[in-house]
Each structure stands twice: as C-alpha cells, then as structure tokens.
C-alpha cells in the first residue's frame, strides 16, 4: 500500500509544484496589472527553448553548468517579459479586460510560431540532465524530480518573503491593493508594474527550463500547462499566490490520483471541484474581492 | 446619406452572396460557407459580448455541441436529417449552456471569462478522453445529412442552404436584439446596478441571454460539421473560442452585422495566410493590431472613413 | 419643534436602525415614520447619513441592527429586487442611466419592468404600442427629449431622467436623493418645478434628501433635519428652520448668535 501512496504522493507534489511556479507568476501579475496573462504560455515555452539552445550551446566539459540553465532562461524572459509589458502592455491598460487578454493571446500565438521557425516542429528535448534516483520507502524517484519541487517550494518562500519581509514587497503589495493612492504616495507605479510582469514571466521561464529535461519542447508545449494554470487561479482567488499553493496542491494531487484510478474522467474530476467550489465561494478560496 | 449609402452596400453584399455559386471557383464556396457558419456564431457571442457585455472564452464548446450531436447521433442512431438534427442540437446546446451559464453568470468580468473557459476545457478533455464513444482525439467522421429527404449533391447547392440559415439566424438575433429582453440586456451591459433599481435580477437576463447565445451557435456547429465531415474534439477548445471572438472583434462588435463581417473576413483571410508557414504569428499580430489601433472592428472603420468621405464630399 | 402626529397608518416606518461603516456611525439609531401621500424632505450637513438612511429604505445597503416597516410589513430581510417590486423606488444622486440607451428606450424598459414584461422577444421594442404611448407621456412630463442616447444629456437633463425612471414605476414610496446636486443654482428651480407637480398630481409619497433649504421649504410638509446619523429635529419646514439649534447644525452659525 504504501509503495503505492508514495509515488502518487510524490507525484501529485512534483505536479504541484511546477503548477504553483506558472501560477504564481499568473497571480502577482494579475494582482498589480489586473491582466490575466495568456501570454505565460509564452513564458514557459522560451524558458524551455532558451534552456534548451543554452546546453547544446555550452560544450561537454561545461556540462555542470547546464544546471544554470533555466535560471539564464528565466532572466531572458524575464527580460523579454519587461519589454513586451513597457513596449505593449501599458498602452491598452485603461481598455477593457478582454482587449487585453486578447493582445497577450496574440503574443502567445505569435511566440508559438517563432520558436516553430527558430527551432522547427519537431519536439526537442535534452533527455535527463540527472540520472540518479534515490529511494524513499522502498520505491525509486528520481532525484531531478524532488529538485523541482524543492526549487517550488525555494520560490514560494522567496515570495513569501519578498510580500511580507522586504520594502519592494511591500510597495508591490500595497500597488495591487490600490494602485491611485500608491502612486499618489510617490511610488512609480509604471515601473513597479514593470518589475511584476518580468517576476512573473520569469518564474514561468524557470518552470520551462526546468521541465525541458522532463518532457522536452514542442510548439504549444505551455499551453495545457496554462489551462491548468487558469483553473488553479480561478480556484485559489484571482491574486492571491498563497492560494495558488494551496491550489496547486489540491489539483496536484487529484491530477495524480485521478491518473491513477480515474484515468478517463481525470481531467474533468479537476474541473468539477473547481466548479463546486466556485459554487460555494465565487471569489475562490483565498479570493479577495467578493463577488455576489 | 449615409443610410443610403449603408443600404446599397448590404444589398450589394446581398446580390454577390446569393449569386456566388454561379461564377465563383468551388473552394470560394466553400469559404463562404464556412465564414457564413462562422458568421452566425459570431452574432450568436455578439449578443453576449456587445449587448450583454460578457465576454466568454468558451463559446467553442456549443459548436462541438452542435457537431458531437450530429456526429453521435448519426453513428449510434441513423437519425440524419437536418430537420431532426437542428432542432436536436439547438435543445442540447440550450440545455448546455443552462447548464453552464449557472456556473458562469454568477461571476462577473474576468471571473466570467474565466468559467466559461474552463467549461470548454472540461468538454474538450471529456470528450477525449471517453474515446469508445467519441472516437477520441481522432474525432468522428459525418456526412452531410439530407433535407427533407432531400440529399445535397454538392458544395454549391449545401451553400444556399447555409446561406438561408444564415438569414433566418440572423433575422432572429436581430430581432431578439431590438425586442424588450435585447433592450434590458442592455442595460444591464451599461449599468447592472441601475436594473437592480429597476427591480429586475441581472443574472436571469444574463442566463438567458447564455442560453440563447449558446443555442444559435450548437446550429453553427450542426451546419460546421456537415460542411467538413468531420467532428473533432478541438472544436471545444479556447482557441476555437478566441478565434470567434477575435471575428467579432475584427468585423465590429458596436454593430449588429459587424460580428457576420468579421467571421467572413477572417475566414478569407486565414485562407489567404494559411499556406504560409507561420500563419500563427500573422494572427497573433493581427490581433494585437486590430486591438491596438481599430478597436471598432472592420466595419467600424468603414463608419469613421464613410463620414469622413461624407463630409469631404459635402465640403 | 413639535412633530406631526401620524394622521394615519405609516406608508413606512423604522425601528431603531443602525448602519455603521468601521467605526463610523452613518446611522445611529434612528426611528422614522412617513405618512401615505405626503413629501418628506431630509436635511443635514454632509456625513449626517442621509443617503445612507435612504438606501436603507430602497435596500440598497443592509442594516446592522432594527427593523424596517412597509405597509405594516417587516421588510428588514428583503432585498433591493423584491423592495422595487413592492413599490419602493429610489433615485440616484449621481444619476445612474443606461449610457447607450435613449431615454425613450429607458423609460420604456421600466415601464415593461413594473408590468413584468421584459422578457419578451417580439416584437422589437419600438413596435410596442403599449408603453409607447406612456413612455412618450412621462419624457413629456419630464421635459426630457426620447431620441438621444442618455451619454449625450446634459446633466440637468440625466438627473431628470433618472427621476423620470423611478418616477415611471408608479412607486409607492418615491426616494429622491439630492434630485438637484450638480445643477446650477439658476436651474434648481426649473427642475423641482418639473419634478414636483408630477409627485403632488400622483400623490405620491415621496422622501427628498436635499442640501438646499429653499427648496425643502417650497416643496416638503415635513421636513427631517439628521446630524451624525441620529434625527435631530423634525417638523414643519418653515417652524424647524426658526429653530437656532437646527440653524447651528445646518448652517455652522452659533445658536448663542443672533439671527
């Protein structure tokens, strides 16, 4: 039984994590920038990408370096996320939530084909970087896999330390409390929103990177990854990252047990607690504004 | 004037539709009858989006609605006749959409949004997944079923008869649109605390407003699908969403036709730019400048430069 | 200061209610009683609670504590809808139209509201000669053209309108919240003087939060006077305005000074 219950466990934790890592940048966007970024999906597909052209370009003796990776890919698409907020974004801030998600969609779709051009159709993937699995209750897991979800669990206490302990997360904070009377205090409100976005986009690239040598790469590769991202926001509260992890975990998990015993109807099983929940509290469970 | 002006174009667009099949190449046809399905889905989401003011990212799920009851009904139970079918799909879509919009009308604004993607989601990943029943990802293959024991020889004969859905759809949204409902839909779109005041429950209008979107657009998918022969599981997909309502956005969601405009175009222009690799980035630029810089839509440009001309010429 | 004794049975009275915000008594305790058919107005300074007090009434916030009574009925639990269906209208401050609706289209959609006609698909609304007529009536009355779409009003006319829409559902108990703010001094007066003979026509029992006295004395029989969400005086208009205590709460002029 209990070789049982680890793996799923296990499993469902490592699905949470690189859950919580998309959803997460989703949630501190939304909450400064009022956006629900389609874009993301971007994100994690460049943080791959990137990842990806980094290894095959460093040669074999630096091959220790390929652990660097997908934080080199974060801080690109962090980048290209900051431009793409300055350049694009802010223009169309004051229209309606739908315009919006619909230019970030465009840019999803427009990123897709650019990486389908620069590195083809095909999928491509670099294989394990880490063979090596350790033993946990009589049942082999792969060491790379508990990284990630040692990596989730770093972020959610970075983040948590960045909201609740330092200055610039207090100022962010308080930006997606009330952006006018934050500005009105003197807080460049422009650049905040700047620094959100490239966060967000970055942890999305970080999820990328580190799930290349899982599953690899292929046009359209983040985009389910979004889908479930969306679900675990609306579930959590449109906002609120301590609801993501909460969330995350929840649909991780159900993810893993359902693979295992509901393989048909998984998917769905995910959906309808969402429904049910947003049934019984709309704004979600860690939900901020209430809504009828 | 410029009512004048408006007429002749419409009759215009009339005459070239209803004559078409004559001298235009089959696969022109064939375009056309996919943008006037499109166009009726479109109209179906603009009742939603321009006179309810709820954007749904969903919508693609009543045209798998209106596809996966024709296609199922036609492999488990013979039934093949649009007669029968249209009617089938309207009430199943209807009913989904009930179903549905109990979800989603509760939530607001992005919250909308939001569910009602989901929900497509959902649908999509049932209907992959039970693939003993829905054959799965590969879908279910259709044939065009038969009017009143008439069978369609061809494409150009199944063209008129889109053509007189389309009207007949239209017709009936338009009036739905300017009747009562259409007017406190309406309202509830420019004030929804106002209609509180007025003693009415915005979320009944918003229902049925859901209902009634969801239902013309299950006869888009019945229409769709015997147009390609094939019922697959994309169709319940966000991008099919987007995709609808991007046409209602490109044609112009401030005007009653503006949606129909946007489907037809669009579908002409994913033609046009499909054969080209990378068509996806041509659509994702597309959006964003259409959002950036024509935010009324195609037909919405032809207003601003009919004015425009107007008063030059009057000048 | 002597209060009217109720001549009959209160059209609305309330027991004790209380709204706060945080810390902040809007309402602290207040008992009110309107008489069928009569014009009540409701004085005091800014922060006194008086639309607070009204959307208590309309239901548009919920009470903390006490009750509300229509036609002899608890109505403390009701909500904004179902009070609207019983007859109780308010009218907004900051008039809250449909932007891209004419007012004709308004008007009309109120009136299919009060016969619970609007889920109707057919015929289109222009065609429906029923409230048509009404519709073009009550613009009439209220002196507001039916053809523009309410965004390009000028905001006399929108105040107008939007108590043309309370008043176009027959209410029982009228609520007009500062039916003249935000219009020039020179134009109050031409817009009570449309309001008001349609209200005393109709008989209808009516509440107005106003600011300006002049306006309470030539139009109410009663008048309220609220400080700090509590009823400080109420009365006849012209009686209560002698009062130095009441000119010391409205006006910020001493009671130790003279008039």
Known sequence: MLELAIPLLLNGIFYAGILFLLSAGLQIIFGVLRIVNFAHAAAYILGTYFSYAIIKALPPEYSFLYWIAPLIAAALVGVLGLAFERGLLKHIYHRHHAFQILVTAGIAYMVDDVVRWKWGGYSIGTGPILEASVELGGVVYPVYNLLIILVALAVAFLLWILFRKTEIGRVIRATAHDEEITAALGINVNWVKAITFLFGSAIAGLAGGLMLPIIGGWPGVGNEYLILGFVVIALAGLGSVNGALVASLLIGLTNSIGVQFFPKIELAIIFIIMAVVLTVKPSGLFGAQPRR | MLQRFYRTAFIIVLLILITGPVYFPSFVVYLLSYGLIMAIAALALNLLLGYTGLMSFGHGMFIGAGAYTVALMMKYTGVQSFELLIPLSIVVSAMLAALAGLFCTRQIDIYFSMITLAFGELLFALCSKFYSATGGTDGIRVKIPTLFGYSFPGGGEYYYFILVVFVVCALAIWVICHSPFGKAIQAVRDNEVRVGYLGLVVMKYRLIAFVISGAFTGIAGVLMVSLTGHAVPESFQVFTSITIVFMVLLGGHTIFLGPAVGAIVFVFLQAWLKPLFFWQFFLGGAIILLVMFLPGGVLGGVQLWAAKALQRLRS | ?259
């Open chain 3, 1 to 259: 200061m002597g209060g009217q004794s109720p001549a009959a049975a209160p059209i609305l009275n309330t027991a004790g209610v209380f709204k706060h915000f945080g810390e902040v008594h809007a309402v602290d305790g207040v008992d009110l009683h309107i008489s069928p058919g009569e014009v009540l107005s409701i004085v005091g300074p800014n922060g006194a609670g008086k639309t607070t007090l009204l959307k208590l009434l309309s239901g548009g916030h919920d009470l903390d504590r006490g009750q509300v009574f229509f036609l002899g009925e608890d109505i403390s639990r009701v909500s904004l809808v179902q009070r609207v269906n019983r007859g109780i209208v308010y009218s907004f401050q900051i008039p809250a139209l449909f932007e891209n609706l004419t007012a004709m289209e308004a008007v009309g959609l109120v009136l299919l509201a009060r016969k619970k006609k609007t889920v109707v698909f057919f015929p289109v609304m222009e065609k429906f000669t029923e409230i048509r007529q009404e519709a073009q009536e009550i613009l009439e009355m209220f002196n507001v053209p039916g053809n523009f779409p309410a965004n390009l009003l000028p905001h006399g006319q929108r105040k107008l309108l939007d108590a043309a829409m309370a008043f176009a559902y027959q209410p029982k108990l009228l609520l007009l919240d500062e039916p003249t703010s935000g219009v020039s001094t020179a134009e109050k007066a031409k817009v009570m003087d449309t309001i008001m003979p349609n209200i005393e026509e109709s008989n209808t029992t009516t509440v107005i939060v106003e600011h300006d006295m002049e306006i309470v004395l030539r139009y109410s029989r009663r008048v309220i006077v609220m400080d700090q969400g509590k009823i400080f005086a109420q009365g006849i208009p012209h009686e209560v305005m002698e009062d130095p205590k009441v000119r010391e709460v409205l006006l910020g002029i001493p009671a130790s000074a003279k008039s």
